[in-house]
């Protein structure tokens, strides 16, 4: 039986895995990468309050000055 995935027509079964690839080194990989853009979320959290400012002047409608 072949591993799992989409069959062709002529019976080629088609998977979305890059010859030479480790699966664990990709998850390792994929769990570092969402450590490091959660890390940086968590730091921009302290700017909200003043980019919601920011916003909120530039929505007002009015030119100050």
Avoid: F, N
């Amino acid at each position: 039986m072949p591993p799992e995935g989409r069959r062709r027509a002529y019976g080629v079964v088609m998977t979305a895995r890059v010859g030479g690839r480790s699966t664990a080194a990709s998850w390792i990989v994929g769990i570092l990468c969402a450590a490091v853009i959660a890390g940086l979320i968590w730091l921009s959290l302290p700017a909200g309050p003043g980019m919601l400012a920011i916003l909120g002047d530039l929505l007002d409608g009015g030119a100050r000055g």
